[in-house]
């Protein structure tokens, strides 16, 4: 059974920085080796939207709202994706969730998986102005 565990969230000031860490447990294969993984986030009274993401070839996708201020990345000796977020807006608080999706074919910025997706518990992050 594979389990996602998100760290690195916290308060900041606009402007400012974190980086986010989502360790797996359990993977018995290297996560270059999963279609689809990525970052998602769920900001209060708004749907869950996808933030970044990267496909078995390390190409990310990044959300309009992110591009240039988001960087993903992954570590596959530690089985880790991490989020190294910049120039963080008040706009940019929310609950942020990793996913790994092992079987999607297409890792598109738009929507939220479904079907055969690990979830993790979610780290907040709040931006203040």
């Known amino acids: 059974q594979v389990q996602l565990w998100e760290s690195g969230g916290g308060s900041v000031q606009a402007g400012g920085s974190l980086r986010l860490s989502c360790t797996a447990f359990?993977?018995?294969?290297?996560?270059?080796?999963?279609?689809?993984i990525g970052w998602f986030r769920e900001a209060q009274r708004k749907e869950l939207e996808g933030v970044a993401n990267s496909d078995r070839v390390a190409s990310p996708n990044y959300a309009d709202s992110v591009r240039g201020r988001f960087t993903i990345s992954q570590d596959n000796t530690k089985s880790t994706l991490n989020l190294q977020m910049n120039s963080l807006e008040p706009e940019d608080t929310a609950k942020y969730y990793c996913?790994?999706?092992?079987?999607?074919?297409?890792?598109?910025?738009?929507?939220?998986?479904?079907?055969?997706?690990?979830w993790g518990q979610g780290t907040k992050v709040t931006v203040s102005s």
């Open positions: 996913a790994f999706a092992p079987d999607r074919p297409v890792c598109a910025i738009g929507g939220v998986w479904s079907g055969h997706v690990y």
């Open positions: 359990g993977l018995t294969y290297s996560i270059y080796s999963i279609d689809c």
